[in-house]
């Protein structure tokens, strides 16, 4: 079957053969119709597709059309489509291309459900790590991070209040940014510089990753209101422009700025265990993520969930607070090596 275009063009040619030809003349074999092509018509058609470089294309087009066709009906009989990762169900991407997702399973050899993460991604958090670790500002700098962080506690206590579970999750779209943008500039610079970073791209993204991994485990506890999301919006590209800003003017302010968030995170979270203690908060099962991405037990709560993120926090607060150090002693983060690995 011919496409609208290449029946026009083959007519055109046919009108151009066939122009000189007595004006009432009847040409034998070769009649034109409403409906298509026929008669002589089909011979000019194949030799126009054959030889034609636009033909050859739309033919192979075509055949590349037939082809994943045939691999769409091949699959629906073999039952390949089933269900996706999260309970979601369809069939899955023929890809032309060879890309194919892999088949994960868990130590046991169940499926393994997550796509966000893998089982080689998971690890087990350091809950001995000193909690009550503290950089005293000194410098101008240290006391400009210091009391900016201090001013964003206050609006944020009040809206908030003691709605810890939305806390949290409000705050990880907020946390998740300056190791993601840190990782962006640092990863500019060593392009531009054709020069390693020491790891350091790679633990600030893995940071950036990891409070992203905290909001998707919050999520499954607390759903954000309508004026909530539009919130984040808001805070996010303001934050974002700003923390970009700030690391390019002076990357010992930003780190720091982001060692003092860390240490407020700790705070808040030490203040949620309080109110699970006390049972003003329901101490409910761990979401199922959070024990497949902390390898945490299956009996788990969400008490076990805040532990380990808190000390999640305490571990991005040692390490902004070291990149900055390494900044303030007159060095670039590509002179130390990156904390790599505990994520």
């Known amino acids: 079957m011919m496409s609208r275009g290449a029946t026009t063009v083959v007519r055109s040619m046919m009108g151009q053969m066939f122009s000189t030809a007595a004006g009432n003349a009847s040409v034998t074999g070769v009649m034109r119709t409403n409906t298509g092509l026929i008669g002589s018509e089909k011979a ?3 030799w126009w597709i054959r030889y034609s470089p636009i033909g050859a294309r739309n033919a192979s087009t075509m055949t590349l059309g037939e082809k994943e066709q045939q691999q769409e009906h091949k699959e629906e009989a073999t039952g390949s489509g089933g269900a996706a990762a999260g309970g979601q169900k369809g069939k899955e991407v023929v890809s032309y291309w060879g890309v194919q997702p892999p088949k994960v399973t868990k130590e046991d050899g169940s499926e393994w459900k997550w796509h966000c993460f893998r089982p080689w991604e998971t690890y087990q958090a350091d809950l001995s790590i000193d909690l009550k ?6 410098t101008f700098l240290d006391k400009l991070a210091y009391w900016t962080v201090k001013s964003l506690r206050f609006p944020t206590d009040v809206f908030f209040q003691r709605r810890y579970g939305c806390r949290a999750m409000m705050l990880e779209t907020v946390a998740a940014v300056p190791g993601m943008v840190g990782g962006m500039l640092l990863h500019c610079k060593s392009l531009r510089r054709f020069e390693p970073s020491g790891g350091w791209i790679k633990a600030l993204l893995e940071e950036a990753e990891n409070e992203r991994m905290h909001l ?3 999520m499954e506890v607390s759903k954000p209101r309508w004026y909530e999301r539009a919130l984040v919006f808001t805070v996010q590209g303001v934050f974002f ?9 002076s990357p ?3 780190h720091r700025i982001v060692g003092y968030l860390e240490e407020e995170a700790i705070h808040s ?3 949620f265990l309080k109110e699970l203690d006390k049972g003003t908060i329901e101490n409910v099962k761990a979401p199922a993520i959070a024990i497949d991405y902390w390898r945490l037990p299956a ?3 969400l008490r076990d969930v805040v532990m380990v993120v808190r000390a999640d926090e305490a571990h991005h607060r040692d390490v902004n607070h070291f990149a900055s150090d390494i900044h303030y002693k007159g060095q670039e983060l590509k002179d130390s090596p990156a904390p790599i690995g505990y994520h």
Request: no cysteine; proline share 3%.
């Open 299 to 301: 009996d788990s709560t």
């Open 252 to 254: 010992k302010l930003a």
């Open 241 to 249: 422009n700003a923390y970009f800003l700030a690391y390019l003017a």
């Open 44 to 46: 000019v058609a194949t």
């Open 216 to 218: 998707m485990t919050f």
């Open 133 to 138: 670790k503290h950089h005293t500002p000194t």
């Open 269 to 271: 979270y030490t203040e």
